[in-house]
């Protein structure tokens, strides 16, 4: 028999699912648009903010409900504490969508350059970052969420490597500095989202082994590799 | 008599408010150092943000028993999820202050020049948004709260104005663009800090008045004047 803890928590899990899945979709269509100069994909991400909002503000408020009435313990309480930190990098996650949008729309009004600089490239690894720490959450296994951790390191270095040319392009070519300061910022606002997805990916572990993997206490895992000062 | 869950609740206070206290250190000490070039000082804040992450990991902790132990309810709860959030902002904040430093130790190795920003004023208005919100906290002022909403507007504009003066200085001189960008960045980085600013003064609207102010919900306040895109 389902007691209402499990039914509430059952709620819980499916709404942060569908949560995620708005912040997936806002990341993948901002990177879109970007690809493809379209305008019209950038005005469905501004649009869809509102949206991941409103689903951020219900899953918190069944949280406080869940935990006010029912009063959970042990890993059922670090279940819910997590969904609740997991919320809150989702809907970051949508932030970082409407700004990435926000540069497209203005790269749009420039004429088109070549940039030194691959941005789909970083987009695929930054969305298959989210897609695998919401699969870790579904599945309540940390070792996923520490292959996330993982690939936060890639996507840093491929910020790094775009910063060096793009800055480069600047002093080389004057006429495309707004172009290249552009690219510069969309390539750091999907840092930021991988690093959402290190955040949630952390808190999986959280939940799962007990254990806060946060700033290397977690000794006996590579979590350490994992560990960034967000930007 | 105190009873164990308000002895917890004091205690979480108290080491909140020591977290505050580091993370705003931080930020005064990352800006000091771009106004006074000041290496030793860089320092001092990558030395710090072990600290501070100890000090995130250990509120959580203690956030996390007292749910478990005492089973608080209604307000006590609230002010206990507004602590862990809270928490979380400060961190970042201190992540913020590392990523300032990191700039000004790129600087530091370039010649210095005249830019057309005023870090310092926008640094000044944006520790008293971190003060403010910690003091609204520490004295449930909603009002107070309501106050740092409102100045990120201030700083949003701040950024604005500085982000479309730095790109024209690219520009016009291409010679230093380094340092421009360098500028730049320290200016997000500041506006980042505005940005966990106002979400702690929501934290504080949230536990003070029981209501969700984020995302245009607090229809009675001008809540809505202070919410804003984070990037």
Same sequence: chains 1, 2.
């Avoid at 469905?44 to 409103?54: D, T």
């Avoid at 009004?109 to 298959?128: C, G, K, N, T, Y």
């Avoid at 695998?132 to 390191?153: C, Y």
Wanted: glycine share 4%; charged share 30%.
């Amino acid at each position: 028999m389902r007691t209402p803890l499990n039914l509430g928590m059952d709620e819980l899990r499916q709404r942060l699912l569908h949560m995620g899945g708005l912040a997936e979709q806002a990341v993948d269509r901002a990177c879109q648009a970007y690809r493809e100069r379209d305008l019209a994909r950038c005005q469905m991400v501004l649009e869809n903010e509102g949206l991941i909002n409103a689903a951020e503000r219900d899953i918190d408020e069944l949280a406080f409900d869940i935990l006010a009435r029912q009063q959970p313990l042990a890993g059922d309480l670090r279940f819910i504490l997590a969904v609740t930190k997991i919320n809150s990098d989702l809907e970051r996650v949508g932030d970082q969508s409407v700004n990435i949008a926000e540069r497209v729309m203005d790269m749009v009004e420039l004429p088109a350059v070549q940039l030194p600089v691959d941005i789909p490239r970083m987009a695929a690894a930054v969305s298959a970052m989210v897609r695998r720490a919401l699969e870790s959450f579904v599945e309540g296994r940390a070792e996923l969420a520490q292959a996330v951790l993982e690939m936060d390191n890639v996507v840093d270095r491929m910020r790094d490597e775009a910063f060096i040319l793009l800055v480069k392009t600047m002093n080389d070519r004057p006429e495309v500095t707004r172009q290249a300061l552009d690219a510069l910022l969309v390539a750091r606002n999907l840092e930021r989202v991988a690093d959402h997805a290190t955040n949630i990916a952390e808190d999986v572990i959280f939940w799962v082994r007990g254990a806060d993997v946060r700033h290397n206490v977690g000794q006996d895992t590579d979590a350490n590799a994992g560990e960034a000062v967000k930007e």
